[in-house]
């Protein structure tokens, strides 16, 4: 019975850190720091609840009574269950529609995590804590227990780790398929669902009295009957539920959309990105653009948010009005919404980047409109890299014009807008040499292969013989967009900014440029005293594994298996953002990923379980490697752009399950030492898998790029392997 135990409570666990992740990405406006913040303190946590007993000697033996092995667990799962609804009524700490700060991201991330991790680390303690009879069995080894029941099951610490990722992988299958084909069910209710199956199991393993199995049968039926009522509400949050008109989820993102005084407000995972009807704001994207443009024929418009740009692009009468939205659902949503017909364009369901090169020398356009935020995050970033400018012009025609807004204001320019708007102007002149602005509420930025007819007198000839009717953009107020002065102001700011650079794929600007607008958050009080919490408990961890570090100096295995925890999960985040960089779907394919990692920690367990000599001799080739791999994934990062979604999936995928092999093979061979407990391994495991996601999402990402970050996270690494050397003496047990 402990096999099922042990297989739920790893399906369980992994499909509660996807979800929350998922909402944590709701919060942040998808960003990929706040996925692997997220990760990475859920490890962290993860790891401290797993030896949170150790250190509390009371605490410990609370839960070495017998009642604690079904009371913690059980207890845990209705916990982590109903963890999303605290997770959403969070958004109170968050200013509505905008972006937040990165302290705000961080400190949130760590505080929201908390708590269900550190039940989840709990529950591994219970689990992989033997019962007296079997410890007294195998004095050389800490075996995962089997439950509390004493049924006497045998085994080692091993057993519980590979069937707890056995479990996790079914998740991971299973939530992809979830969020891919059913994402409008709730996930507070697949969650719940997958909370009550582990306690069921629970309930037949640890066979508790008739009287907690009715207690928390009635606990468990009021809180299904809570979350049911809570679930819209929670979603909703802070919007009253009269404002709202409706809610789409879809694979990708959850979108409010709050209707006030006949305005439909679209707020996509945490960010304002559309008002309807908004006749400047939907006017201005499109006629400075479309009338640069002498016979706009073709016209492709990328992003979702071109369907508000509909009506005034059919103002041109194009022959051919393509929109590219990879997000079909969101799509149809929103044209049912806004009541724009199908029939006025064609909607093709690619990634931009994708359908470039696929249509490569084919269909040429005359204009190319990118309807796509600011890069506030690598997937909408990835439409502003010099790679993206360079690739745009293969299907643009000779005398094409590409389109897109940045933030703009009329009268004061702040240093971080300046410095986005830098460093996407650099970018693009590296590709065009005829680019041209035009100033209202945002700067529209038109660019060319050929030189453009763009003044005041030629668009107002345009605008007459193709008999437009505008309210906003007119010809009266060509002469203000086009305003030569107030060229001139913009210029002159943009060159006050120094060392802007070049935006790359692989060195995303969006980071940052994120960084400088979080660190203004630093104004607010209630930001600088949180962010000065998390820095507390930061450093309290810090110092409390530098004073360890004698006795794992003494214990190579456990230096190890911290290298090597760091070195997996920075590996697996780097994965991460390559692939939403270029598919944008790691927010609901994430579990297939998680599992192809889990899949590699299984097998690696297996086949390394019998190991009984030779032990060091593996953990150095283990840990070489890592280092091997680390060197290869940097020449082969940028070979990825070539890969569609689909061979990047099966790509990442095995890349993630080979770096699990390692990690999975490394820490039952470390355990086979004997030495060191279990559940201590473990958690040094998780600290190095907190540190290295932590530190190379928040900083080695941002200061040397993703590529130059693969190859520093292999440094742990030869610091392990030089350990092993130095200290021969770290014997089998």
Request: hydrophobic residues 50%; glycine residues 6%.
């Amino acid at each position: 019975m402990s096999f099922f135990l042990f297989l739920s409570f790893g399906f369980f666990s992994l499909i509660t850190q996807i979800f929350l992740l998922r909402e944590l990405s709701f919060l942040f406006i998808a960003h990929e720091i706040s996925l692997a913040a997220g990760l990475s303190f859920w490890i962290l946590w993860t790891g401290t609840g797993a030896v949170l007993p150790l250190k509390s000697e009371p605490f410990g033996k609370l839960l070495s009574k017998d009642f604690s092995g079904f009371l913690l667990p059980a207890f845990s799962a209705l916990i982590m269950s109903l963890f999303i609804i605290p997770v959403r009524y969070s958004s109170f700490f968050i200013q509505s529609g905008v972006i937040p700060g990165f302290f705000e991201m961080l400190w949130l991330t760590a505080f929201l995590t908390l708590i269900p991790g550190v039940f989840n680390g709990l529950c591994i303690h219970i689990l992989m804590t033997p019962l007296p009879e079997q410890a007294a069995k195998l004095p050389s080894e800490l075996p995962a227990c089997s439950g509390r029941s004493g049924s006497g099951v045998k085994g080692n610490a091993g057993s519980f780790y590979i069937l707890e990722t056995s479990g996790a992988v079914i998740a991971g299958f299973l939530t992809t398929a979830y969020l891919g084909f059913f994402p409008e069910f709730s996930i507070l209710k697949a969650q719940i669902c997958a909370g009550v199956l582990f306690l069921i199991v629970l309930f037949a393993h640890e066979k508790p009295k008739t009287i907690f199995k009715t207690a928390f049968s009635l606990i468990c039926l009021a809180l299904l009957v809570f979350a049911a009522k809570s679930d819209k509400r929670s979603m909703l949050y802070p919007h009253e539920p009269e404002h709202l008109h409706s809610i789409i989820q879809t694979p990708y993102s959850r979108i409010l959309v709050i209707e006030k005084n006949s305005q439909k407000t679209f707020i996509e995972n945490g960010f304002v990105s559309a008002h309807y009807p908004d006749i400047e704001g939907n006017e201005e994207p499109v006629h400075i653009p479309a009338l640069s443009v002498k016979k706009p024929e073709k016209i492709l418009v990328s992003g979702s948010k071109g369907l508000f740009f509909a009506e005034q692009i059919v103002k041109h009468k194009p022959q051919t009005l393509d929109l590219l939205e990879i997000d079909a659902a969101k799509a149809l949503e929103f044209s049912r919404i806004i009541k724009i017909s199908t029939a006025s364009y064609n909607l093709i369901a690619r990634d931009l980047r994708e359908f470039i090169r696929e249509n490569t020398g084919h269909k040429q356009y005359d204009l190319i409109m990118q309807a796509i935020p600011e890069p506030i995050n690598g997937l909408t970033n990835k439409f502003f890299t010099r790679e993206f400018f360079k690739e745009i012009k293969n299907i643009m025609s000779e005398h094409g014009v590409l389109s897109f807004q940045i933030p703009y204001s009329q009268t004061y320019l702040a240093p971080q807008q300046l410095f986005f708007s830098a460093c996407v102007l650099n970018t693009l002149k590296e590709e065009f040499k005829n680019i041209h602005f035009s100033l209202g509420r945002h700067l529209t930025v038109m660019a060319s292969k050929s030189k453009m007819e763009i003044n005041p007198q030629t668009l107002a000839a345009r605008y007459e013989k193709r008999k437009i009717k505008n309210k906003a953009v007119i010809p009266r107020l060509f002469p203000f967009y086009l305003d030569h002065y107030r060229m001139q102001w913009f210029n002159a700011n943009l060159a006050k900014t120094k060392n802007a650079g070049i935006n790359a794929d692989f060195h995303p600007l969006s980071y940052f440029y994120m960084w400088k607008i979080w660190l203004s958050m630093f104004v607010s009080p209630k930001f600088f005293l949180a962010s000065a919490a998390l820095l507390i408990i930061l450093l309290t961890l810090a110092i409390k594994l530098a004073k360890s570090s004698p006795v794992w100096i003494k214990q190579p295995e456990t230096c190890g298996i911290f290298a090597l925890g760091f070195w997996a999960m920075a590996f697996e985040v780097i994965i991460l953002f390559i692939f939403q960089i270029h598919t944008g779907q790691v927010y609901w394919k994430m579990g297939m990923l998680f599992s192809s990692f889990m899949t590699g920690t299984a097998c690696g367990g297996l086949i390394f379980r019998k190991t009984a000599s030779s032990r060091n001799l593996y953990l150095i080739l283990m840990s070489a490697l890592a280092i091997i791999s680390s060197i290869a994934g940097y020449a082969a990062v940028e070979k990825t752009q070539i890969l569609n979604a689909n061979m990047l999936l099966a790509t990442s995928a095995a890349c993630l399950t080979f770096a699990g092999a390692i990690t999975g093979g490394f820490f039952v061979t470390a355990v086979g030492f004997g030495r060191t407990d279990s559940r201590r391994i473990y958690a040094a495991d998780m600290y190095g898998s907190f540190a290295g996601g932590f530190l190379t999402s928040s900083i080695l990402i941002p200061l040397s790029g993703i590529k130059t970050s693969m190859l520093l996270t292999a440094i742990p690494c030869f610091a392990s392997i030089l350990l092993f050397v130095v200290y021969p003496r770290a014997k089998e047990g």
